[in-house]
């Protein structure tokens, strides 16, 4: 046993379990006539469904129903999805990729640790470095952090912002304007991430707040957003009145109940179904050290209903009410980080060092506050996608808009969007056209 009384797992055992035990891995188009089955059978590990639930979402896969066991030795998971439009995965390509990031040369080999999804956290990643940030949010702060990497003539290639009830956290990657490598100069590292710090101390005690980080680790960039503003307790005190709104809007609903007669705690999540809703609980709960043992994923659109029987890693289930509080919280949190409400502006233009200061200062100087971001290039092409309110919370004036339009209308186009949220559709059939996934895929060999 390893210390704090975590249960130990041999590396060499693992793989070899996984080498006698290959994981089979089947994509079905036949046995549903309207979505695509993918079903898992593996030696059970710590954090497997997260790794896969992980694929499957960076692959905009949407899964309708699922169903999970993983009681014991063995894993077996079965996953009803479809693409974004509702349609069967049908692309051969896709499928391949599935079969091989799920089975056997998955788990035994590099290739699937390599695989060009969303990753982050790297101090040199081929030619790009990443930074990350955290600390409280204000209007305008990411227009003043674009600006310190625009006047030390660093270039974004790819950004990902996410804030939630007055925290935010960003994932930039940047590369030397000059050299189009990534960064190799110390003391021009040390000296932007001293700006940055700088920036993001807003009130005298904010050391403890605000963080600048080059990290040398290899984590998923959504999970690692989530854990950067989960370790800044989000989930903590009152949201925004449109945090509020979104919960609202959701219909959300989190219970956590005692099945005494197995010794597991039983999670139920219903709220308006949306992307990626799995993902976001799955990895709230691991992060969190629970594990989950059973689970029953539905979809009755517009609705989802998502049930977890879990245990602490200790093998405990949430014994008090204020665990019970606290996962409730911390789901909720997870949840709405990844919602906005309003406006969704997406700009396309020549790529150039300083566009992303340039477009921010413009969404600043009228008032606009930037609750949600994304960045990515592809050849000479960026495009920015900002949700953004005003710097009240509320629904941005559509004069607001037409002012924007004049300003920045000469250089660059601007498409404007509702938010999903406000989008009367189901969400699991709106499409997600630009991602950062998407854009380290042509990143990186």
């Known amino acids: 046993m390893a210390s704090g ?13 996984i080498r006698i035990n290959p994981p089979r891995v089947s994509v079905d188009n036949e046995s549903c006539g309207d979505c695509t089955l993918v079903k898992v059978d593996s030696v059970n590990k710590p954090g497997i469904l997260l790794e896969v639930v992980q694929i499957l979402a960076d692959l905009d896969l949407i899964i309708t129903k699922a169903y999970i066991s993983s009681d014991g030795g063995w894993f077996m998971d079965v996953f009803h999805v479809t693409d974004q439009q509702g349609n069967k995965i049908t692309d051969n390509l896709t499928i391949e990729y599935i079969e091989k990031a799920l089975g056997p040369k998955g788990h035994t080999s590099d290739e699937r640790k390599t695989w060009p999804a969303k990753r982050v956290g790297v101090h040199s990643m081929g030619d790009y470095t990443a930074i990350e940030l955290v600390g409280r949010d ?43 490598r ?15 710090k700088n920036i993001l101390r807003v009130c005298g005690d904010d050391d403890k707040v605000a963080h600048t980080k080059f990290s040398m680790g290899l984590t998923h960039v959504d999970r690692r957003l989530h854990q950067m503003l989960f370790a800044e307790m989000d989930y903590e005190g009152k949201g925004l009145t449109a945090e509020a709104d979104c919960a609202s809007f959701l219909e959300l609903k989190i219970s956590v109940d005692r099945c005494l007669e197995k010794g597991y705690s039983v999670v139920t999540v219903r709220c308006r179904d949306r992307p990626k809703l799995m993902f976001d609980i799955v990895c709230t709960l691991t992060d969190m050290k629970y594990v989950v043992f059973h689970a029953t994923i539905t979809s009755d659109s517009p609705y989802a209903t998502q049930e977890y029987y879990i245990r602490y890693v200790d093998g405990s289930p949430v014994n008090t009410e204020g665990e019970e509080e606290r996962v409730i919280r911390c789901l909720e949190a997870a949840i709405l980080r990844r919602v906005s409400e309003g406006l969704s502006l997406e700009l396309c233009a020549k790529d150039r060092v300083g566009l992303l200061s340039e477009v921010t200062r413009v969404l600043r100087e009228n008032g606009l506050s930037v609750s949600r971001a ?8 960026a495009v920015n996608v900002f949700y953004v309110r005003d710097a009240s919370g509320n629904p941005v004036d559509m004069k607001t808009i037409e002012r924007l339009r004049k300003e920045i209308g000469q250089t660059m186009m601007l498409n404007v969007k509702k938010a999903p949220l406000s989008s009367k559709a189901p969400q699991a059939r709106n499409k997600t056209i630009f991602s950062l996934g998407s854009l380290l895929e042509r990143f990186l060999p």
């Open 182 to 196: 990534a960064m190799d100069d110390p003391a021009r590292l040390s000296a932007m991430e001293e700006k940055l």
């Open 138 to 180: 204000r209007p305008g702060l990411l227009s003043e952090i674009s600006a310190v990497i625009a006047n030390l003539q660093f270039n974004v290639s790819a950004a990902e912002v996410w804030t939630h009830n007055r925290k935010t956290a960003c994932v930039v990657y940047l590369n030397n304007n000059t050299t189009s």
């Open 5 to 17: 009384g975590l249960p130990y797992f041999d590396p060499e055992y693992e793989s070899l379990s």
């Open 374 to 381: 994304g960045v990515t290039t592809v050849g000479e092409q």
